[in-house]
């Protein structure tokens, strides 16, 4: 019965090998949802594409980030994988009703914490957003750019 067991739980929720365990972050500050757990994804995708990857894998979203604390975190994850290019976050930015730019989470959390870079979002079109792993700052790009990216789930 055991080995049936082990099979269909397998079978239901395995990550392929090729995926690195997830990490969770160590620390969570106060009004963090500690069961979320992260994995930091070193393929090349659009956004488009890395969120339809979490999705898929990860039955999540590409990362939202709530705190300073979280933020440093994910750096560091990131880091772990890839030191050149920075991975794509789940934050938008975009021309909104009432003919003004907003930035929001694809997950639909509260937009409650921000880290931009100096310049940073961009106001010109939709655009998504990269966590750097050299400093932390987050900067607006056009959303076909291919970026490794960090899931959620």
């Known amino acids: 019965m055991w080995p049936c067991l082990l ?13 690195p365990a997830p ?7 106060a009004g963090e949802t500690p069961q979320l757990h992260y994995a930091m ?13 979490c ?6 979203q590409l990362a939202s980030v709530h705190s300073k604390a979280r933020n440093e975190e994910l750096q560091k994850l990131a880091k772990t994988y890839n030191r050149v290019i920075s991975p794509w976050i789940g934050a938008v930015t975009s021309y909104r009703q009432q003919g003004k730019w907003e ?11 921000a880290n931009w ?11 998504c957003t990269t966590l750097s792993v050299r400093d932390g700052l987050w900067r607006s790009h056009v959303c076909f750019k291919i970026h490794p990216f960090i899931c959620q789930y």
């Open 55 to 60: 999705q898929k894998t990860y039955r999540g």
């Open 23 to 29: 990490r969770q972050p160590q620390g969570l500050p």
């Open 103 to 113: 930035s929001y989470w694809e997950d639909s959390s509260p937009w409650n914490y």
């Open 41 to 53: 994804v070193n393929k090349l995708r659009t956004y488009l594409a890395a969120q339809s990857y």
């Open 7 to 19: 099979l269909a739980l397998a079978l239901l929720g395995a990550v392929p090998a090729s995926h």
């Open 117 to 127: 870079a100096p310049k940073q979002p961009l106001h010109i079109f939709t655009t």
